[in-house]
């Protein structure tokens, strides 16, 4: 399990990264310590351990020693779980950032911390504060991923806000892989 663990952080994911750390394009702040990516994670080689196979995986989280209830209920999970990679989401300057744009929050620095309206997810996705925001950027490597709240935001939602964020920068639909995706993707490599 940890080895399957370390693969998916190290492909589609971060370890502990600070949510308040976003990447930056502006000048003066793009190479700003809290404008790191903090939290991303290169495998150097095979761990060794012995891989499990996806029937043991889904046996071994489906045992009532975990959680219980409906798993669809978690918002962190893989069934949630979305990711694009070679893409990123900065603060451009002072009034612009495609980050806050995603996540519906008022783009200009002095009222980034307001929602634009209540775009239908918003308020969940920016989170507040103590409770993280369900969008996470790096710059390098370029990742961008997150979580949706099925009834709050749902995969179409979010591939909406991005594709209107990165239109200029060819980004299509299937660049944008979900969880079930990455669940196969993880088991094939």
């Known amino acids: 399990m940890i080895d399957l663990t370390m693969r998916l952080i190290s492909?589609?994911?971060?370890?502990?990264?600070?949510?308040?750390?976003?990447p930056s394009d502006q000048e003066g702040?793009?190479?700003?310590?809290?404008?790191?990516?903090?939290?991303?994670?290169?495998?150097k080689e095979d761990s060794g351990v012995e891989r499990v196979s996806k029937e043991e995986l889904t046996d071994y989280i489906k045992s009532d020693k975990w959680r219980k209830g409906?798993?669809?209920?978690?918002?962190?999970s893989l069934k949630n779980f979305w990711f694009v990679e070679?893409?990123?989401?900065?603060?451009?300057?002072?009034?612009d950032s495609s980050f806050n744009r995603v996540i519906g929050?008022?783009?200009?620095?002095n009222k980034a911390k307001s929602l634009i309206r209540e775009i239908k997810g918003s308020k969940w996705l920016s989170g507040k504060e103590r409770e993280s925001k369900k969008v996470f950027s790096f710059k390098k490597p370029s990742r961008t991923y997150g979580f949706i709240k099925r009834g709050v935001i749902e995969f179409d939602d979010?591939?909406?806000?991005?594709?209107?964020?990165?239109?200029?920068?060819s980004f299509s639909k299937d660049d944008f892989k979900k969880g079930e995706e990455i669940i196969e993707e993880i088991f094939k490599k």
């Open 29 to 43: 702040r793009k190479n700003k310590l809290h404008h790191s990516d903090f939290g991303l994670v290169e495998l």
């Open 86 to 95: 070679n893409h990123y989401l900065a603060r451009k300057d002072d009034k």
């Open 158 to 169: 979010m591939q909406k806000r991005l594709m209107d964020v990165w239109a200029s920068e």
């Open 70 to 76: 409906n798993f669809d209920d978690y918002w962190a």
């Open 105 to 109: 929050r008022q783009e200009p620095k």
């Open 11 to 22: 492909d589609y994911g971060a370890i502990g990264g600070k949510t308040v750390f976003k």
